[in-house]
């Protein structure tokens, strides 16, 4: 499983940053453009993906591999 992919604020802009690397791999301009993008690298890497809102927490995360928290069922 690769890394988890995290689409965060960055200067007036979103970008897509792997946990644990200091620099993102991608800045764009909308969270929208940041989604797809750190959406197609989570599902090529088979990790989660981590969308934090303007305030910076956590507001979704989506699974594209095996989920660590799979629900009760």
Known sequence: M????????????????AEGESEPSHTVGTQQEAFEIGRNI??????????????????ERNTYGKDPHPPRG
Request: cysteine-free.
């Open 42 to 59: 989570a599902k090529k890497e088979r990790s989660e993906l981590l969308i934090h809102g303007e305030d910076g927490k956590i507001r």
């Open 2 to 17: 690769g890394k988890n992919q995290h689409v965060v604020p960055v200067n007036g802009g979103w970008a897509v940053k």
